[in-house]
């Protein structure tokens, strides 16, 4: 079956630093792919998605790109900052049920 | 736009006693709905999920059960809490329709932090 395969965290950072978070996914299909984060105390929210191969998903700063060849979909921000302290999600679309991995949880220190 | 409310955001019960979460969905039709758990600390375990009014299926078996008495009301109840319900409860939709789902995100609501005492 689909499974999501996420690293494992915490992953702990000082503020400007370069965040990659690892995701990696088995899957029947070209399912969509997303990434999600949920901040402390709150519900998951959709961060960026990207829909095919080779596609790149991007928002607030995060990228992540669909590498069908590595089954990859690993997040990165160039700089991150002390507000992007959360837990994040990969997850792969189903045809009713999406496959998320287990979240990563990162924390910046000023 | 389309928004999703849960309530209450805090709740404390006593074990054995009954359990009634709402969700509700304005702004969309007919969309599937979900209900999640997640422990402290770990991930997202699917419980409940519906493709319309009165279907319900479950992933995993427990002492909780869901209803869909409305197009966009999803309610997870229990008649008897035990400890091990404690834990911080999502739900969620997304756009129907088969073959669509796969490139469509989930949207979540707040969520409710249940603790059994």
């Known amino acids: 079956g689909d499974s999501v395969t996420q690293m494992e965290g915490p992953v702990t950072l000082s503020e400007e630093a370069f965040l990659t978070i690892n995701c990696t996914y088995t899957?029947?299909?070209?399912?969509?792919l997303f990434w999600y984060v949920q901040y402390p105390g709150e519900g998951l929210q959709l961060l960026l998605k990207?829909?095919?191969?080779?596609d790149k998903g991007s928002n607030k700063g995060f990228e992540a790109t669909y590498r069908k060849e590595t089954t990859s979909f690993h997040l990165e921000k160039g700089s991150v900052q002390v507000s992007d302290s959360a837990v994040y999600f990969c997850a792969l679309g189903g045809s009713y049920i999406p496959t998320f991995g287990r979240g990563t949880s990162l924390i910046v220190h000023p | 736009s389309q928004t999703i409310h849960q309530w209450p955001a805090t709740l404390v019960q006593p074990v054995g006693s009954p359990l009634s979460l709402e969700c509700t969905v304005e702004?969309?039709?007919?969309?599937?709905l979900y209900w999640y758990r997640q422990a402290a600390g770990r991930g997202l375990q699917l419980l409940f999920y519906?493709?319309?009014?009165?279907?319900i299926s479950s992933e995993v078996p427990q002492n909780l059960s869901a209803s869909r008495p409305q197009d966009r009301q999803f309610i997870l109840s229990s008649k008897k809490l035990l400890l091990s319900d404690s834990g911080f409860y999502l739900c969620?939709?997304?756009?129907?329709?088969?073959?669509?789902?796969?490139?469509?995100?989930?949207?979540f609501g707040d969520g409710t932090r249940l603790s059994i005492l």
């Open positions: 519906s493709v319309g009014i009165g279907q």
């Open positions: 899957a029947t299909g070209y399912p969509s």
């Open positions: 702004g969309t039709s007919n969309p599937n």
């Open positions: 969620a939709w997304s756009v129907s329709g088969q073959g669509a789902n796969s490139n469509q995100p989930q949207h």
């Open positions: 990207a829909t095919k191969a080779d």
